[in-house]
């Protein structure tokens, strides 16, 4: 293995995680999401130049997530639908609510979401990213935000008991 490649890995891997997480809501999907991009990124190391590695292992990352997201579409009704899991925060900083408000989202909504704001992309470096037109991803983060707000009004960290003031 190149030790550059290696050097990269072990620096890219924990951020790498955490926007895997925002993409698919689930821990599991997450690492194997994050495996798969670095197991990309390694096959073509040696043989690309990448001006902005971290960026390219990104865009990898999404279109891996695009192609998962269209398998399970064709795999879940033949499997029985959805697997019923509590998810996990691996963000790290992400409370309880927030994960929960982000498995609600479509995962069209949440790749957009998490470009906007985790990779702070504006709404062209989306769409080239996502491979859609501009009015789409203005939909999703549109679409994504509100679901997102009417989430935070019910279950947000207020709703749970505590107050401010007083």
């Known amino acids: 293995m190149d030790e550059d490649f290696a050097d990269f890995a072990a620096v890219q891997t924990r ?34 130049s990448f001006d902005e590695p971290a960026a390219y292992a990104r865009t990898v990352m999404v279109r891996l997530n695009i192609d998962r997201i269209r398998r399970l579409r064709r795999e879940l009704p033949l499997l029985g639908g959805p697997r019923e899991e509590a998810p996990v925060d691996l963000v790290g900083e992400a409370d309880a609510w927030l994960v929960e408000a982000l498995v609600t989202l479509s995962p069209r909504q949440r790749t957009a979401l998490a470009l906007r704001y985790v990779e702070d992309l504006d709404v062209r470096g989306i769409a080239e990213r996502m491979g859609c037109s501009e009015g789409t991803v203005k939909s999703q983060l549109s679409r994504g935000t509100e679901r997102l707000r009417e989430h935070a009004r019910e279950h947000g960290p207020l709703r749970t008991g505590t107050t401010t003031g007083d």
Request: glycine share 8%; charged share 25%; net charge negative.
């Open 15 to 48: 951020p790498l995680l955490g926007f895997a997480h925002a993409l698919t809501a689930d821990p599991h999907d997450a690492w194997d999401l994050t495996q798969e991009t670095l197991a990309r990124m390694g096959e073509r190391w040696g043989r690309s």
